[in-house]
């Protein structure tokens, strides 16, 4: 029966999904309150899910340890996110979609998560350590990843575009199933940090792990069901009016990141900063090398070009976090300070995007 409880959040969005199929087309019609608050339901519903998906995650990390805890945790969350993408590439046409949810999730991950867990644990803790060798690992793969995939496709003209997604895909695909393999056997150790104040987080007695996959497996197709209702209602909604353009990224970015904030808090109050940078960065790194492989991929099939270039204000404000990321993860320990110089960063990403300038 506890057990049962535990995953109400589930059976409440397998009631909404219902209600949101039979629905859907009158709040369209009607639109205003109607709409908006349907959708607001949906969301709400697939928020719901993705904290039970975060938690079958989590219990699995428990289990398995580090490195594999936290990768075990960023996947389940970049799966929830590119099975939102891909639903919403399916509606109105939206070509810039996909590089603004890959853009909008480095923002959450590192200046939203790493910058709250720095202050949380810096204000608890006063200096929080981790180790410096995963900050780098995760850093260096980053710019070579986001540099192949979204600052060189500016330069490629439309006539090798075939060529050069085709080339993208390769290194990205080759780059994380490296990464992989270095993270979890030769340099596992980087990914490691034993702090004397980690505290022992319950497990769930009893349950085989096999179960926890299944439920992550059956969350991640209901968070895709959903989605088709949220993609209808969104373009309905959007359509018309002067709303931003870049809140359905913004959206995916925050169903993806949600689950996770409260982890990396956790970790950080606990004194565990190197589960908070695991998951801040190798978010942002699974985002980068899993995200854009399938987009270029969807790409390459329908013979459409998708917008993975950066603006020149999306370019700024990357070079502005790398910068601050690097300066501040160079002596494998955080405080509050440099999660203040994160949050800034994040608070005028959310800035710009209500002014509608990303």
């Known amino acids: ?65 580090e490195p594999y805890g936290t990768l075990i945790l960023t996947l389940a969350a970049v799966s ?23 853009f909008a999730a480095v923002m959450f991950d590192i200046n939203g998560i790493l910058g709250l867990a720095a202050i949380v644990g810096g204000l608890k803790h006063g200096q929080t350590k981790y180790n410096i060798s995963s900050a780098n690992s995760y850093v260096a793969m980053l710019l070579v990843a986001i540099g192949i995939g979204m600052f060189i496709p500016d330069f490629v003209p439309d006539t090798q575009w075939h060529f050069y997604s085709v080339f993208s895909v390769c290194v990205m695909v080759l780059m994380y199933v490296g990464f992989l393999r270095l993270q979890t056997v030769e340099h596992r150790k980087f990914f490691e940090y034993s702090s004397e104040t980690d505290e022992e987080v319950h497990d769930e007695a009893h349950s085989p792990n096999t179960l926890h996959v299944a439920m992550m497996v059956g969350a991640i197709i209901l968070v895709g069901l959903l989605s088709e209702v949220l993609s209808v209602l ?14 359905p990224a913004v959206l995916v970015a925050l169903i993806s990141a949600s689950p996770e904030i409260l982890t990396a808090l956790r970790a950080a109050q606990n004194n565990r900063m190197q589960t908070t940078v695991n998951i801040a960065l190798g978010a942002s790194l699974a985002t980068v090398l899993l995200t854009l492989p399938v ?4 790409a390459l099939f329908t013979g459409e070009r998708i917008v993975m270039a950066l603006t020149p204000i999306q370019a700024g404000m990357l070079l502005l976090t790398f910068v601050t990321v690097m300066n501040n993860l160079h002596d494998g320990e955080t405080n509050a300070i440099e ?9 005028a990403f959310v800035a710009l995007v209500m002014m509608g300038l990303i």
């Open 1 to 65: 029966m506890k057990y049962l409880k535990s995953e109400l959040p589930i059976a409440i969005a397998l009631i909404v999904l219902g209600l949101g199929f039979a629905l859907e087309h009158g709040a369209v019609e009607h639109g205003g309150v109607t709409l908006w608050g349907l959708l607001l339901v949906i969301l709400a519903a697939i928020i719901g899910v993705a904290f039970r998906i975060a938690h079958h995650a989590e219990v699995l990390a428990m289990r398995l340890g």
């Open 80 to 102: 929830v996110e590119v099975v939102i993408l891909i639903v919403l590439l399916q509606g109105a046409p939206n070509p810039t979609l996909a590089r603004d949810t890959v």
């Open 234 to 247: 969104l373009d309905a909604g959007l359509a018309g009016s002067s709303l931003p353009k870049s809140i």
């Open 295 to 298: 987009i270029e991929g969807i």
């Open 339 to 347: 999660g203040i110089s994160h949050f800034a960063l994040f608070a």
